[in-house]
T-cell receptor, first 114, second 111 residues
Framework: KAGVTQTPRYLIKTRGQQVTLSCSPI?????VSWYQQTPGQGLQFLFE???????NKGNFPGRFSGRQFSNSRSEMNVSTLELGDSALYLC?????????????FGPGTRLTVT | QKEVEQNSGPLSVPEGAIASLNCTYS??????FFWYRQYSGKSPELIMS????GDKEDGRFTAQLNKASQYVSLLIRDSQPSDSATYLC???????????FGKGTTLSVSS
């Protein structure tokens, strides 16, 4: 079974621009979460989507948004980019069955804002 | 604010030794606990999950959970240089909530 895929893998943007990142979960997984990882703050939760609905949201400004499509693929968007948005953005898909819970990460998108 | 605390390290152990990684969490309703390994420049990889108090063994890895003390640990026996990575602890609260991660402990195994 194919793993979580993310595109693009690397991105360079200028301050003030916007960016859209894409994630395709593992087949059969309906939940997709997004995380931001920086050296100083570690892995921080952005939001989670399940069946096209945002189910959980982290403590990030409204410039960060996301959506999920009917095929479970998800996108996240960051508008008005700031230098501090430079980070590794990770998507994770998960499945919960019979009390067990497994979450798997994609390879990430490395965003650099100049 | 749910918090997950891990010693950032680096934790340095010689090859063949036991590495002990610890994690405390603040959310008393956490029911599931996960350990991820992250190599430099790579994404986190799920290596262990534990749902009940006590020990769970998987190969060279043993996860230990004490819900009363809000403490979970990961032991790596016969540590190898390939185990050198950052280990992330992630408790999960109520059903439907997202995984929140600690900042991780960096392990360095010297040959």
């Amino acid at each position: 079974k194919a793993g979580v895929t993310q595109t693009p893998r690397y991105l360079i943007k200028t301050r003030g621009q916007q960016v859209t990142l894409s994630c395709s979960p593992i087949s059969g997984h309906r939940s997709v979460s997004w995380y931001q990882q920086t050296p100083g703050q570690g892995l921080q939760f952005l939001f989670e989507y399940f069946s096209e609905t945002q189910r959980n949201k982290g403590n990030f400004p409204g410039r960060f948004s996301g959506r999920q499509f009917s095929n479970s693929r998800s996108e996240m968007n960051v508008s008005t980019l700031e230098l501090g948005d430079s980070a590794l953005y990770l998507c994770a898909s998960r499945v919960e069955t019979g009390g067990s819970y497994e979450q798997y990460f994609g390879p990430g998108t490395r965003l650099t804002v100049t | 604010q749910k918090e997950v605390e891990q010693n950032s390290g680096p934790l340095s152990v010689p090859e063949g030794a036991i590495a002990s990684l610890n994690c405390t969490y603040s959310d008393r309703v956490s029911q599931s606990f996960f350990w991820y390994r992250q190599y430099s420049g790579k994404s986190p990889e799920l290596i262990m999950s534990i749902y009940s108090n006590g020990d769970k063994e998987d190969g060279r890895f043993t996860a230990q959970l004490n819900k009363a003390s809000q403490y979970v640990s990961l032991l790596i026996r016969d540590s190898q240089p390939s185990d050198s990575a950052t280990y992330l602890c992630a408790p999960r609260g109520q059903a439907g909530t997202a995984l929140i991660f600690g900042k991780g402990t960096t392990l360095s195994v010297s040959s």
